[in-house]
């Protein structure tokens, strides 16, 4: 599976964007995760590709959504009400098959996008 990911930019805070991952396989999980300067990779989102259920981190609920693009074989991460300390570089990730029940663990995914890089000013 290849991922592609697209989207990021410089956004003042208060601000949206929208980023999108385009897959050339099969999709059982997805999810976004992102890595601050200086800071480890950390989850933002994820979703099963099937059923719809979502998990999100706490400073992002009620913020950002992910999506499935059933037109596309790929997936989006809306991301609104900005704020500075979401600046960092956004990966997208995807597992084909179950592989455990964990939706926040990046060892839960197999394959991973190149990273777009997302910043917001104050």
């Known amino acids: 599976v290849q991922l592609q990911a697209s989207g990021g930019g410089l956004v003042q805070a208060g601000g949206s964007l929208r980023l999108s991952c385009a897959a050339s396989?099969?999709?059982?999980?997805m999810a976004w995760f992102r890595q601050a300067p200086g800071k480890e990779r950390e989850f933002v989102a994820a979703?099963?590709?099937?059923?719809?259920?979502?998990y999100y981190a706490d400073s992002v609920k009620g913020r950002f959504t992910i999506s499935r693009d059933n037109a596309k074989n790929a997936f989006d991460l809306q991301m609104n009400s900005l704020k500075p300390e979401d600046t960092a570089v956004y990966f997208c990730?995807?597992?084909?098959?179950?592989?455990?029940?964990?939706?926040?663990?990046?060892?839960?995914?197999?394959?991973w996008g190149q990273g777009t890089e997302v910043t917001v000013s104050s």
């Open positions: 990730a995807v597992a084909p098959n179950y592989g455990g029940s964990s939706y926040r663990r990046q060892s839960s995914y197999d394959y």
């Open positions: 396989g099969r999709i059982f999980r």
């Open positions: 979703r099963a590709w099937s059923n719809g259920d979502t």
